[in-house]
């Protein structure tokens, strides 16, 4: 699946994978509303995978805004019930 970025009220929201297909076009999408705008926030919760290249594409994305000054938000809303979901299938 490809991944689709709709923005809605000033969030901008990321459907579909992020993954070593999508990651290059993510940044360049990203990197250029990051020198444009003054902040910019990212929601990740309808992600519905991510390798470890779009993992690599985040950690781009924040060093891309530290390094011009920029403000960048990712959030997700969801991560307490993954982390509740995940720990329980790494629990001995």
């Not at 920029?70 to 001995?92: E, P, Q, V």
């Amino acid at each position: 699946m490809a991944l689709q970025i709709l923005e809605k009220n000033g969030t901008f929201e990321l459907f579909g994978n992020l993954n070593t297909k999508t990651s290059r076009s993510f940044i360049i999408h990203f990197e250029y509303l990051i020198n444009t705008l003054k902040g910019v926030t990212i929601n990740i919760d309808k992600i519905k995978a991510i390798d470890a290249s779009g993992v690599e594409a985040l950690k781009t994305l924040i060093a891309i805004s530290l390094k011009n000054n920029s403000i960048l938000y990712i959030i997700r809303k969801g991560y307490k019930d993954t982390y509740a979901r995940n720990s329980k299938k790494f629990a001995a």
